[in-house]
């Protein structure tokens, strides 16, 4: 029943395995480039493996991914066709949401022109910001996190609608669905939350034509991206050429098509742009060591595994 | 059943009176400063008036502010003694929750830090940022507005407690009342809000003393202000020092001891403090004016008035 742990990236492994053996006691937990009994290996923890690091592992029951993305797995041609189990963490949603709630109200509360009033000393009182019922956010993907991202939204006083591959009902939210709805969302939206997996469908979604039908009537001061979801979701190139032309009046991207964002990227110095370096909402090993702990204590009593990916759909 | 319109400060008489004769159409509505019949005068809507203004008024019935806050009408020595009423509008309310939770999640993702990684195109995705349940938000003041930005807060995933004058019981937020709760509440709390109405007993309340008793050991960086009260509740000398000597790790203000914020304020341009232009929840004459009506239907049909200030308390 060991355990192989590969973490590449932004992560480390021997954290995880730190934190593995202190909720798996009397495992073996093996990591990639060590010798290790390739049919011992019953589990494997993963964040951005290189391609074919599980293949050839006959006793392979189950991979596991360290954050709320699956696509640095389901892109490996060479993936044994196992359980692939997503994180659903309580911690990483709040975090997410958060990060949503902060941006959302740094955008109404127009923060920015405040920072720059006090750097001119400049006392300027009036009454231009919109209240957040004004303003219409569209949160793009309604999985756990952007469900719970839209519920905050709504507690701040938003007018929050939601768009989803298939259709969702969510409280107070405005849902559209499919294809025939996105249109109609992005007419309504002002600030446009970017939540959505990575997958072939939506790779490259937020371009030139998503942008363009966002609201230009709103009352936000023109249209707002904010992308906490995947880089790979993000022609970055018709980001720019947006804020250029007047059809986004900021973008707030935690996310990039390369990362780290390389150092001669225009994105940096945009006057309009925020960048965050992917750090929205951080896998905790603390708290998703003990959720993969979970899933194996409950997969080897006999009960089925929970969070599963569905190939099929890429998440 | 005249209305005598005195709106000073960031108020303008014309916009009041406007939307006072579209709420309560064929009625007198005049101003200070013309020529009117004082006995005429039932009711009198003040902001920052000068003093004496409503004296010689012998038929006023009640005088309505056109703020949260009434210290301006109180510290008047020659106010009638008249039933004064305070503005409760879930509008302000709301601008308000939406001001104090954007700077708890700002202190919090550490978004000043970001920003100038951001300009030095630096990419560091450490996840030393806390969670918000690590952190704890104390708000002073648990009236209507304290009460309704705690519960946000809280929704965020904040650790809230609350301070007041006397007792109050708020679900899920840990409740300290008088001057023997004031300590044990400054050791439990990273970031202080501070939403207290202006009074003799708070007049200066935010000193060195207060600012001293903040938590030291906190996940938020050491300990932060929010007031969005009113400046004469703090001691911007004390502020000052205390960032100076690491007591105080940032301040947000959106009020001041004078305002506006004096040019040569040292307070413009430090590096930890955010100065906002007494914006945080502007009185909408929309929202307000329709609540004065209300309020005068109400009494006109023999019911109470509602938000009566207790002017032995000061609010």
Redesign the interface.
Known sequence: MTILVVARG?MDDAAWVERLRHELPGREIVVQGEPFDRRAVHYAVAWKHPPGAFAGLPNLTAIFSLGAGVEHLLMDPRLPDVPVLRVVDG?LT??M???V??HA??I??Q?EL??R??RE?I?????R?P???DVRVGVMGLGVLGADAAA?LR???FDVAGWSRTAKVLPGVACFAGAEGLTPFLSRTDILVCLLPLTPDTAGIIDRSLLGRLAKDGRAGGAHLVNAGRGGLQVEADILAALEDGTLASATLDVFET???P?DSPL??HPRV??????AA?S?PHAIAGLIARQIRRHEAGEPFEHLVDRSRGY
Do not use: F
């Not at 006392?123 to 009454?127: A, E, G, I, K, T």
């Not at 925020?274 to 750090?279: A, D, E, L, R, Y």
């Open positions: 932004n911690d709040a975090r949401s958060e990060y709630v902060l109200l740094r109404l509360r923060h405040l920072v009033q006090q000393r006392w300027l009182d009036d009454d910001q209240a957040a019922r905050k507690t701040m006083g990362e780290p964002l150092a940096w110095g925020t960048v965050t370096p992917h750090n951080m905790s």
